[in-house]
């Protein structure tokens, strides 16, 4: 899973993937707990990761990034085993913002969801307050799907959750205008 991303930019964002590992656990929940990514995600426990980790239907995954490939996010998949081929990222986060990495590690998670999982849907839901999170999919070809109306509560309420997907058909028709990566 050692792929550069190639992004619209003149110099893509180097990313790898690699699955996560129990010793990478506390880079992931500091992470979570950085006070720039809480108002996005709700934060699991260790156990959660744990468990994402060994069971077989969770993909976990370390995104390393820049020249050195050192870790600067995670991701983490499920339904990697789902019967209807509908494969969720459940969580995507990023250290570095701006730098192209997020849109990278995105691209090689496609890769990963439609050729590797064999996946016909690839689907994810972001607070409705994340706009730098929708923006990034709208780019990237996700579509919308709906709305889950104050679904999460937030600190002085609730927020909503917004549904996107990809299809494999929209990313096999990405990927013919070199839009996505190569097989």
């Not at 108002?39 to 959660?48: C, K, L």
């Not at 994402?52 to 370390?62: G, K, L, N, S, V």
């Not at 499920?78 to 691209?107: I, P, Y």
């Not at 690839?122 to 709305?147: C, M, P, T």
């Amino acid at each position: 899973m050692n792929t550069a991303a190639a992004a619209p930019q003149a110099r893509a964002a180097r990313v790898r993937l690699r699955p996560t590992m129990q010793s990478d656990l506390d880079f992931v929940l500091s992470l979570e707990r950085d006070p720039d990514n809480l108002p996005y995600i709700t934060p699991w426990e260790r156990i959660q990761h744990e468990a994402a980790i060994r069971f077989p239907d969770f993909r976990h995954f370390i995104i390393e990034t820049g020249e050195g490939l050192e870790a600067g996010g995670f991701l983490i998949f499920v339904g990697c085993r789902n019967q209807h081929l509908s494969v969720e990222l459940k969580r995507m986060v990023v250290r570095d913002k701006n730098q192209g990495f997020g849109r990278a590690a995105l691209r090689v998670a496609k890769k990963i969801a439609f050729d590797d999982l064999g996946a016909h849907r690839f689907w994810l839901d972001i607070k409705k307050r994340n706009l730098r999170a929708k923006g990034l999919y709208d780019s990237e070809g996700f579509v919308f799907e709906g709305e889950l109306r104050e679904a999460v509560k937030v600190e002085g309420g609730y927020d909503s959750l917004v549904v996107m997907s990809m299809l494999q058909e929209e990313f096999a028709s990405r990927r013919s205008r070199a839009m996505e990566l190569q097989g």
